[in-house]
C-alpha cells in the first residue's frame, strides 16, 4: 500500500523580510505538523516575532511563501489569518482593562448580532474553559486578574474564535514558575485536541519542557531544526548565540563593607484590600553586596523597589541611604543621591518610546557636564555618548536615531540597563533586570551586576528564578504578603527552604 506524504499544517518556504536599516528575516523555511509544539529559539532581535507576525498577517513577506494545510495562501491582515486557524498570543496582551474577559473575547467579532445572546456566549466560554483547563470567569474584570488569567483569556479567545494553530510569542516571560507549569499543562491538554502550537521563546528549559521540535533562529537566519529529544540546553545555548555560553560567573571573594541603604519598620498601605503592600519591612545593603529578593510576583516586591525609589510612600518606617533619612524624598532626589532603578514595567517606566534610542540613554545624564554645557545639551557630546552605551551593551538598534518603541522586547530592556548601569553612582535597585533577555544578553547582565557589587556598590537584586538568585546574590530575603520570611546567606541555604518560605511555609516571620 502506497504511504501517504504528511503534510505540515503550516509551511514557510524562503521568507525574507527587510525593514528599514535592517535585514529581519533572510530565507527562512519552517514547518509544523499537527499536534505538534515547535520551539522557535533565537537571541533578542533574531527575527523570531517578525516570522510570526507574518504569518498572522501584521506584516508581509519580501519574499517567499506560506502554505496552510498544503495549499498557498496569502495572508494580508489578522482576520485572514484567524479564517485560516491560525491565532496570536502577543507578548504585550491584546485586552481592554475595564471590559470583562466575556466582553473581550467577542470584541471585535463580525457576525455578532446586535443585541448579542450573552447567555449563550457565556456557556460556551465556560465549557471551552472546562475542556483545556483555561479556568477562567467570563464575568470577571481583566485589570483584575493577575498575568497568568489574562493570558488564559487571550488563549481562550483565540480558541473560542476556532483557532487550530496557537503562537505565543514569549507566553512564560511574565508568568510566575506556577503559572508557567499550569500554561504547560494547558498546551498539552490542547494538543490532545488536535491543535499544534508554534513556541516563541529564548529560554533553553523551556524549549525542553514544552516542545517536540526546535529551530533556531540567528541573526534573521534559520540555523537549525533539531527533534527537542536529542538536545540539551547547554547545545540550545550555543547554538542561538554561535559560541559557549558561561553557566557559571567569575566574582571576586564577598567581602561587605558599611551599610549604603537600609529599611526599619517600612509599611506601605493598600488602599483597595486589607492586607498592606508591605508589613514592617527591615533590611539593609552593604557596599559590595547583592541583596535577591525572592518571591511570587504580587507579594510586595514591586512596592518595596518603588518605596525604596521614591515612587510610593512609606505610611510607617524610615528609609536611610548612606545615613541620611529619605522617606519622603521625592523620586528626582533618590535619583541624585546615586541610586539608579531598572523597573519592572520596561514599557511604562522604563522607556519613552517615541523618543531615539539614544535620547532614552542619556535620560539620566542631560543634566550633567558629560552631555551639557550649563542648560543647553550638547548633541554631539550626546551622540557619542550613545554611541558607546549601544556598543558596550550589544543594543541591535538600526541606529541611535531610530524610536526605542520599535525595538525588540530585549533590546528595550538592553536600552534601560544600560543607561541605569551607567549612570549608577553607588545603589543599583534590579527589578527582574534578565526578563525577557535571551541567554547571551542575561549572561551579560548577571555579569554587569555582579561587575557593579565587586566595584563596591549596594545591589538589590529582584527575580522570581532562584536559580538567578542563588548565582547572582549573596544574600537571599524571602516575600511573601508584604512581610519578609526570612534572610539567608546564599551558602547557608537551598532552594527547598526558599521555595517553603515563597509559599509562606517557615522562615523566620
Known amino acids: ?30 514547518e509544523l505538523y499537527a499536534g505538534e509544539v515547535l520551539a522557535l529559539l533565537g537571541e533578542n532581535g533574531a527575527g523570531k516575532s517578525t516570522l510570526m507576525n507574518m504569518l498572522v498577517g501584521l506584516y508581509r513577506p519580501d519574499s517567499g511563501s506560506i502554505s496552510i494545510r498544503g495549499e498557498v495562501q496569502h495572508i494580508r491582515s489578522p482576520q485572514d489569518s484567524m479564517a485560516l486557524g491560525i491565532g496570536m498570543v502577543h507578548q504585550e496582551f491584546m485586552l481592554v482593562g475595564n471590559m470583562s474577559v466575556l466582553e473581550n473575547i467577542i470584541l471585535g467579532l463580525k457576525d455578532l448580532p446586535v443585541v448579542p445572546d450573552v447567555a ?30 489574562q493570558q488564559r483569556v487571550e488563549i481562550l479567545k483565540l480558541v473560542y474564535r476556532g ?9 512564560t516571560a511574565v508568568l510566575t514558575p506556577g503559572e508557567s507549569r499550569d500554561l504547560n499543562r494547558i498546551i498539552k491538554k490542547m494538543l ?36 527537542t529529544a536529542s538536545v540539551t540546553p547547554r547545545d540550545l545555548a550555543n547554538m542561538m548565540v554561535g559560541r559557549d555560553v558561561l553557566f557559571t560567573l567569575d566574582r571576586c571573594a564577598f567581602n561587605p563593607g558599611e551599610p549604603r541603604l537600609r529599611l526599619s519598620h517600612v509599611s506601605v498601605e493598600n ?5 498592606p503592600y508591605l508589613n514592617d519591612i527591615s533590611l539593609s545593603i552593604r557596599r559590595g553586596e547583592i541583596l535577591g529578593i525572592a518571591g511570587v510576583a504580587g507579594n510586595g516586591q514591586t512596592q518595596l523597589t518603588e518605596v525604596i525609589t521614591g515612587l510610593l510612600k512609606a505610611s510607617e518606617g524610615s528609609i536611610e541611604i548612606d545615613g541620611k533619612n529619605v522617606t519622603k524624598c521625592t523620586p528626582l532626589q533618590i535619583i541624585q543621591t546615586g541610586v539608579s532603578h531598572i523597573p519592572a514595567d520596561r514599557g511604562a517606566m522604563g522607556v519613552v518610546g517615541d523618543m531615539s534610542v539614544g535620547d532614552n540613554l542619556a535620560m539620566k545624564k542631560y543634566r550633567t557636564h558629560e552631555l551639557s554645557t550649563g542648560p543647553v545639551v550638547k548633541r554631539s557630546r550626546l551622540r557619542l555618548f550613545a554611541d558607546k552605551l549601544i556598543q558596550s551593551f550589544i543594543i541591535k538598534t538600526p541606529n541611535q536615531d ?7 522586547g530585549g533590546n528595550i530592556q538592553k536600552t534601560i540597563l544600560a543607561r541605569e548601569i551607567d549612570s549608577c553612582g553607588g545603589i543599583l535597585i534590579a527589578v527582574y533586570p534578565s526578563r525577557g533577555l535571551d541567554v547571551g544578553a542575561t549572561e551579560a547582565v548577571r555579569q554587569n551586576l555582579i561587575a557593579q557589587r565587586d566595584a563596591g556598590s549596594a545591589v538589590l537584586l529582584v527575580s522570581e528564578e532562584l536559580d538567578e538568585l542563588q548565582m ?15 534572610i539567608r546567606k546564599v551558602s547557608e541555604t537551598n532552594t527547598e527552604e526558599l521555595g517553603m518560605m515563597m509559599a509562606g511555609v517557615g522562615g523566620d516571620a
Open 271 to 275: 488602599p483597595l484590600g486589607s492586607r
Open 402 to 408: 531610530t524610536a526605542v518603541k520599535f525595538l525588540s
Open 120 to 149: 449563550t456566549i457565556r456557556k460556551k466560554i465556560t465549557e471551552l474553559s472546562d475542556t483545556y483547563g483555561l479556568q477562567v470567569d467570563p464575568d470577571a474584570i481583566i485589570h483584575n486578574l493577575s498575568v497568568g488569567e
Open 1 to 30: 500500500m502506497e504511504t501517504r506524504e504528511r503534510i505540515p499544517v503550516v509551511s514557510m518556504q524562503h521568507i525574507t523580510k527587510h525593514f528599514p536599516g535592517v535585514l529581519a528575516n533572510d530565507d527562512v523555511s519552517l
Open 472 to 486: 547572582v546574590a549573596d544574600t537571599i530575603a524571602v516575600l511573601f504578603e508584604g512581610r519578609i520570611m526570612g
Open 192 to 227: 490532545s485536541q488536535g491543535k499544534s502550537a508554534i513556541f516563541i521563546t529564548h529560554k533553553m528549559d523551556e524549549v525542553i519542557e514544552f516542545s517536540h521540535k526546535v529551530q533556531v533562529l540567528r541573526r534573521g537566519k534559520s540555523v537549525n531544526v533539531i527533534d
Open 163 to 171: 483557532a487550530e494553530i496557537l503562537i505565543l510569542d514569549e507566553p
